[in-house]
């Protein structure tokens, strides 16, 4: 009797889940990050409805791109009168996104944000070494860049 229980559970626990990405599918969303993981059963749903859905995203990057899209991170459907809702406030918005190979693995890359104060360089090379080297060559030239927009003068050295 208790696997029966058991069985119940589970798929009030699976109804209730498409509910909640039902819900998200409605409020007009058509990508979504997580820091979680997505089963295959939710996983098929944002696929039939041709939606992006990206899980295990770190914090730290969500936090970004919820600033840089305007939208809010969520951390429940939970509202004020013991239901659930998603309000459409919450979703932020870009021209595109889109999974790109680069080399042998694939990026997100998120473009036409709101607020796009930020943005990012990939960076690629044949070993770590030179990656590295890349890296702070890249570094140095965008401190000198940095420190001519603040300072707003250019000195120029001749020599001959």
Partial sequence: M??????????????????RIQRIIDAGANVVLTTKGIDDMSLKMFVENKMIAVRRVPKKDMNRIARITGGKMVMSLADD????????????SATSVAEEQVGDGELLYIRGCENTKAQTIVLRGANDFMLDEVERSLHDSLCAVKRTMESKTVVCIYEH
Wanted: proline fraction near 0%; hydrophobic fraction near 30%.
């Fill in 2 to 19: 208790s696997h029966i229980c058991v069985c119940f559970c589970v798929y009030r626990e699976g109804d209730l889940t498409k509910e």
């Fill in 81 to 92: 009168e013991g239901g659930e809702t998603f309000n459409a406030a919450n979703l932020g």
